[in-house]
């Protein structure tokens, strides 16, 4: 039963109008999803127990193929990717990203075991990667690349 009259929420034409989110409100209730493309296991499993922790959906990949098939299925708020991938390796699946008019203004962060300074300026200033993030990284690292893309984490 509808009631209409001096009820909270109701006015005498219908129900109010709901207040408009801030941005905040609309970052905090989105879905927050990142992709991580690694073929280490251990690496994944510790990313998603990071992740999940911090508010963030979280879908691994363990090669570059399932890794593209679960970009294109989840279209993630950013996409962590490992260079040193077995077939095909990560430059690919980033050059695929790039390709893909669905995918290409995805942010996508280099995480990889190369930490001469030429990987990163090749990285971030001719390939355009968002982030480049050395393994080992410590958590904060981390967390600041990721809060840049997906809003505060929890």
Excluded: C
């Excluded at 980033?94 to 390709?99: D, K, P, S, V």
Aim: glycine residues 8%; proline residues 7%; charged residues 30%.
């Amino acid at each position: 039963m509808e009631t209409i009259g001096n009820t909270p929420g109701h006015d005498e034409t219908g129900p109010a109008e709901p207040r408009p989110k801030t941005e905040e409100e609309n970052i905090q209730t989105r879905r927050r999803t990142v992709v991580y493309i690694e073929d280490e296991p251990g690496m994944i499993e510790l990313m998603d127990l990071i992740l999940r922790r911090h508010g963030l959906e979280f879908i691994g990949a363990t090669d570059g193929e399932a890794g593209l098939q679960a970009i294109r299925r989840a279209k993630p708020d950013i996409v962590l990717l490992d260079l040193m991938l077995p077939g095909m390796d990560g430059w690919e699946v980033y050059r695929q990203i790039r390709a893909d008019a669905d995918l290409r203004d995805t942010p996508v962060a280099v995480v990889t075991a190369r930490s001469s300074p030429i990987d990163k300026v090749l990285a971030l200033h001719i390939a355009r990667v968002q982030e480049y993030i050395t393994k080992p990284f410590s958590l904060h690292e981390l967390t600041d690349s990721l809060a840049r893309y997906v809003g505060p984490l929890d």
